[in-house]
């Protein structure tokens, strides 16, 4: 009994030494910090009408899909307008509800065209340069795009929002193969996925929203890992590391992974295994709070942007990561 005894108490002394003392534990990261927003609801320029999608190009320029104005937006990385393109319509450069976008290494932007089921293809100044896809199920066809991500080589990838999958394309829009099936327990099934983005490495992550986790895959398609809630397998809640429908995300130069935690209110930030890191944000209107975010963009400097879709603004934030 004596040697229980004394085992408890070394382990209650071990953690007591690591809460006073955070040096000997897990330094906890620091918290991300506000800088400033802008937008609002209307048509005119900077103004959104339910924004979805976000993303940061090379040269630190903003692009935000205004999908109930069938726009993009340009602005600088201070939040000044620089152009906007596209009105409701289904030729070649209109847009029908513009969801998630991504940039490849040549600044060309992807957008995922909800209402016209297909993705398009700009130039940073908006110029369409090639659109691919059509409604239906089968090789290639999409029933509501809502993510795309770029790989180092030029391949596409496209969550098949309806079609519960992901298509994978060649960089010229021909068809290459499927990631994920539907499903809403196993590992690989998808439910309603929004986003996805390519890790460092060249893994595809997946923002599988209604499973509330997040699933890797190689570029391949072979299953690797997921987490949310639980067990990872349509668990919801509040905690650390769950999820209330992840609806998008990115993943910065060191491979953490950034969610929007859609009805949780906030950002979660997990390594590229998806351990927890730390999370940010709560319902509201006021700095730093959000309603509904939608999407998250990180560019090199550690500013990490926010589509506060229900308060209908951008929100910027700074994080200095401690090497």
């Not at 201070?78 to 070649?92: K, L, N, P, V």
């Not at 290639?140 to 990838?157: E, L, M, Q, R, T």
């Not at 299953?223 to 905690?239: T, Y």
């Not at 998008?248 to 950002?267: L, P, T």
């Amino acid at each position: 009994m004596n040697r229980i005894k004394n085992r408890v108490l070394l382990i209650v002394s071990i953690i007591g030494i690591l809460l006073v003392n955070p040096a000997i534990g897990f330094e906890k990261p620091p918290a991300p910090e506000f800088s400033f927003e802008w937008g609002r609801h209307g048509a005119d320029s900077g103004e959104f009408n339910q924004p979805i999608g976000i993303v940061v190009d090379n040269e630190g320029y903003i692009y935000v899909s205004d999908s109930g104005n069938d726009r993009i937006q340009k602005f600088s990385n201070d939040g000044e307008f620089i152009s906007s393109w596209g009105h409701q319509g289904s030729e070649i450069g209109d847009l029908d509800k513009p969801m998630h976008m991504t940039m490849d290494n040549n600044n060309n932007l992807y957008v995922a065209e909800y209402g016209s089921d297909r993705v398009q293809k700009f130039t940073s100044g908006g110029k369409a340069l090639m659109s691919f896809g059509k409604i239906g199920k089968g090789e290639g066809k999409f029933d509501a795009p809502s993510g795309v991500a770029v790989d180092g080589s030029g391949n596409i990838y496209v969550t098949d929002f309806y079609n519960h999958l992901v298509h994978k394309f060649s960089p010229s829009g021909e068809f290459l193969n499927q990631i994920g099936e539907p499903g809403q327990a196993d590992s690989g099934k998808l439910h309603y996925p929004t986003d996805v983005s390519v890790g460092v490495g060249g893994n595809i992550y997946v923002a599988d929203a209604y499973n509330n986790r997040i699933q890797v895959f190689s570029s391949e398609g072979k299953f690797i890992n997921k987490w949310g809630g639980k067990s990872g397998q349509g668990d919801k809640g509040d905690k650390a590391g769950w999820f209330d429908v992840a609806t998008g995300i990115d993943i910065d130069g060191e491979g953490r992974v950034y969610v929007a935690d859609f009805y949780n209110h906030r950002i979660q930030i997990f390594d590229s295994n998806g351990e927890f890191l730390t999370s940010f944000g709560k319902q509201g209107s006021g700095e730093g709070e959000f309603e509904r975010p939608t999407d998250v963009a990180v560019d090199n400097q550690g500013n990490i942007f926010v589509v506060d879709w229900g308060n209908e603004r951008i929100q910027k934030f700074t994080i200095r990561w401690k090497n």
